[in-house]
């Protein structure tokens, strides 16, 4: 791999902007194309990060051979399409989350990424967050003892937008569950593994997707209890309680700069403040891994990816939550 890492970003969104802002604090990766349907759109995106290309088609970004690796920033329900389409023209591809809308797309996914022997990963970036990292090493190493207890919940207020936008439209595979609820659900399963037993109920918007859903995790020897909501606002600080005392991480927490462990009535506060808004991060593991010649993460592999979206299948099919293009 080059000295730099060099960058395409297709679907150039709020959140393109906030992961390019945070690749400018890497000396080792830059921002080379950047892809739209509006080329008037790429231009300018692409005129104001300094990028060298910008392609009216998100085609024309996969088959150029300046381009390293590929960030899909686009809709869940274009993950997969895109995700192939850039593996396939030899583009290593990190796909913002969830990767894929079910365990049939996931599966495909990795299937065509180890077929053409391309690096994938999912975009999970809290899994990379400083402060979610220590409290995970923390935990493997006993500080609370025996873990028995998470709670983690992620909502804010939505039934005010677009029913025809990403949230509220079940064509693109809108709800709370795919967009927020996987964060919740992705800190119990760092933290505890694959449920035994998932129990799950959602509260059903009127264009047909989630809006509240609750859920319980069973563990052999623990529980944790789950919650994403479009309806309101939630606290958003994560618990993890053991034996032997709590952890906190501090709102909001999968992107947080803090977190706290109560032990014996006694509180301690440690802040690991990030750099940017935390996109770094997952960039970082992406420029290791391609350093490395790793196909995928060891922190955040094609395994837990998987594992992830069946949880998510199992929630959608107890609560009846079926978009139109899966009929």
Request: net charge negative.
């Given at each position: 791999m080059k000295e730099k890492i060099r960058w395409g970003i297709v679907g150039l969104g709020n959140i393109a902007q906030k992961f390019v802002d945070d690749l400018k604090l890497l000396a080792d990766g830059e921002l080379i194309a950047v892809a739209s349907r509006d080329l008037e759109k790429a231009k300018n995106f692409g005129t104001m990060n300094n990028a060298n290309y910008a392609f009216g088609s998100y085609q024309e970004l996969f088959n150029c051979k300046e381009v390293d690796v590929v960030y899909i920033a686009t809709p869940h329900t274009s993950h997969t399409e895109l995700s192939i389409k850039a593996m396939k023209q030899g583009r290593n591809v990190l796909c913002e989350k969830p990767m894929g809308i079910n365990k049939d797309e996931v599966e495909k996914m990795i299937a065509i990424a180890r077929e053409n022997k391309v690096f994938l990963m999912e975009a999970l970036w809290s899994r990379f967050n400083p402060s979610i990292r220590k409290v995970k090493d923390l935990l493997d190493d006993g500080i609370i003892g025996d873990i028995a207890y998470i709670h983690a919940d992620f909502a804010f207020y939505a039934l005010d937008r677009d029913e025809?936008?990403?949230?509220?439209?079940?064509?693109?595979?809108?709800?709370?569950?795919?967009?927020?609820?996987?964060?919740?659900?992705?800190?119990?399963?760092?933290?505890?593994?694959?449920?035994?037993?998932?129990?799950?109920?959602?509260?059903?918007?009127?264009?047909?997707?989630?809006?509240?859903?609750?859920?319980?995790?069973?563990?052999?020897?623990?529980?944790?209890?789950?919650?994403?909501?479009?309806?309101?606002?939630?606290?958003?600080?994560?618990?993890?309680?053991?034996?032997?005392?709590?952890?906190?991480?501090?709102?909001?927490?999968?992107?947080?700069?803090?977190?706290?462990?109560?032990?014996?009535?006694?509180?301690?506060?440690?802040?690991?403040?990030?750099?940017?808004?935390?996109?770094?991060?997952?960039?970082?593991?992406?420029?290791?891994?391609?350093?490395?010649?790793?196909?995928?993460?060891?922190?955040?592999?094609?395994?837990?990816?998987?594992?992830?979206?069946?949880?998510?299948?199992?929630?959608?099919?107890?609560?009846?939550?079926?978009?139109?293009?899966?009929?």
């Amino acid at each position: 791999m080059k000295e730099k890492i060099r960058w395409g970003i297709v679907g150039l969104g709020n959140i393109a902007q906030k992961f390019v802002d945070d690749l400018k604090l890497l000396a080792d990766g830059e921002l080379i194309a950047v892809a739209s349907r509006d080329l008037e759109k790429a231009k300018n995106f692409g005129t104001m990060n300094n990028a060298n290309y910008a392609f009216g088609s998100y085609q024309e970004l996969f088959n150029c051979k300046e381009v390293d690796v590929v960030y899909i920033a686009t809709p869940h329900t274009s993950h997969t399409e895109l995700s192939i389409k850039a593996m396939k023209q030899g583009r290593n591809v990190l796909c913002e989350k969830p990767m894929g809308i079910n365990k049939d797309e996931v599966e495909k996914m990795i299937a065509i990424a180890r077929e053409n022997k391309v690096f994938l990963m999912e975009a999970l970036w809290s899994r990379f967050n400083p402060s979610i990292r220590k409290v995970k090493d923390l935990l493997d190493d006993g500080i609370i003892g025996d873990i028995a207890y998470i709670h983690a919940d992620f909502a804010f207020y939505a039934l005010d937008r677009d029913e025809n936008g990403r949230l509220l439209n079940p064509a693109l595979a809108g709800g709370s569950l795919l967009d927020i609820g996987i964060y919740p659900i992705f800190l119990a399963y760092l933290i505890l593994g694959y449920p035994e037993k998932i129990l799950a109920t959602s509260k059903i918007y009127k264009t047909g997707v989630d809006i509240q859903t609750s859920m319980i995790f069973e563990y052999p020897n623990a529980q944790a209890i789950l919650y994403s909501g479009l309806t309101s606002d939630s606290e958003m600080k994560a618990q993890i309680s053991g034996s032997e005392g709590t952890v906190y991480l501090a709102p909001r927490w999968h992107e947080t700069q803090e977190f706290s462990i109560e032990k014996k009535d006694e509180l301690e506060k440690f802040q690991l403040p990030k750099k940017g808004k935390g996109y770094e991060y997952e960039i970082e593991e992406v420029h290791r891994c391609l350093k490395n010649g790793a196909l995928e993460s060891d922190l955040w592999s094609l395994n837990h990816t998987f594992d992830l979206i069946r949880i998510m299948d199992d929630i959608r099919e107890q609560t009846g939550v079926v978009f139109p293009f899966e009929k």
